[in-house]
């Protein structure tokens, strides 16, 4: 429940910074008038019939947006964390957008699971579908700024469930940076910052060459994030907190009609700091386990809406 309100107050925080900002527009000078060109209809002539059909007519309704996808991967991996390996990791969403606010589904089903340093199966050596995501936004324009802000429902069967609320702020600029923030405020308090870019070079016809890299920051606030003390044997440190993972990828974008496009990657991911690698006596220095080098491909197919 004391999710649910704070959820409630950042949207309806969101919707008044919107209206303050559409405010502003109004308030800005009129342009010059521009001239009509001259009608077929004589002055005080009485309108067609096919004029007033064409004056009664509503304006167009701003269409629901979305994609409806299907990943299939060799591994999981999340924020640096590898959640799943040696399998066939299969990751289906869906998402819909409408004047800016949108809601989306994703999971994670994993054919065979098995443990990593950052993973405990909840059905070992099985098929399971461990991972559910909601996630609702909204996005406001302003020039070639993109603000959103959001929550996200965590809904996990090898871990506790959690919720987050994020914003982040991007530029349509050649590289895209974004800046993303997000906020555990139930099983794992804590922040998570990332900075990414990406850009995509047109390669033959409509076939592109996506590249991309990204950089996170952890700080951990609540008691979960204790680090391994080596002199008590135990995770009674301080709370986690460094430059954690790293992430380069290609990628092609491969359109096979004008709704269906098919995504191969390929991603290779990397501890940024001796943290996020950290281990003593086989005991990782944070608590989520340490980070190691993986490389993580597959494939994606996505139909556009």
């Not at 399971?128 to 959103?148: I, M, Q, V």
């Not at 996200?152 to 959690?162: F, P, V």
């Amino acid at each position: 429940m004391k999710a649910a309100v704070v959820f409630l107050a950042v949207f309806l925080m969101v919707v008044c910074v919107t209206g303050v900002l559409r405010a502003q527009e109004v308030k800005e000078p009129p342009k010059a008038a521009v001239t009509e060109p001259p009608t077929t209809t004589a002055p005080g002539a009485p309108a067609s019939p096919e004029q007033k059909a064409e004056a009664a007519k509503p304006p167009a309704e701003e269409p629901v947006t979305g994609t409806a996808s299907v990943s299939f991967l060799n591994q999981y991996m999340f924020r640096g964390y590898q959640l799943g390996k040696d399998s066939l990791i299969i990751q289906p969403s869906l998402t819909a957008s409408y004047k800016g606010f949108t809601a989306s589904f994703w999971g994670n089903i994993d054919s065979h699971e098995k443990a990593t340093q950052n993973f405990n199966p909840d059905d070992p050596g099985h098929q399971s579908f461990n991972e559910t995501d909601l996630t609702l936004s909204y996005t406001y324009t302003l020039g070639k700024f993109s603000l959103t802000g959001g929550y996200i429902y965590y809904g996990l069967r090898y871990a506790n469930e959690t919720q987050e609320f994020f914003g982040s702020i991007s530029h349509d600029s050649f590289l895209k940076p974004t800046l993303s923030i997000y906020r555990d405020i139930s099983a794992y308090p804590g922040w998570y910052l990332n900075l990414s870019i990406g850009h995509s070079f047109k390669i033959y016809q409509e076939v592109t060459l996506d590249l991309g890299a990204s950089a996170g920051y952890e700080i951990g606030t609540g008691n979960f994030w204790d680090t391994y003390q080596p002199g008590t044997g135990t995770y009674t440190g301080s709370k986690y907190s460094a430059l954690h993972d790293g992430m380069v990828k290609a990628g092609l974008t491969i359109p096979v009609s004008k709704k269906v496009v098919i995504q191969p990657m390929l991603a290779y991911w990397f501890p940024l700091s001796n943290d996020a690698e950290k281990r003593t006596a086989g005991n990782s220095y944070n608590p989520n386990g340490y980070l190691k080098c993986l490389w993580q491909g597959g494939v994606t197919v996505a139909y556009n809406f």
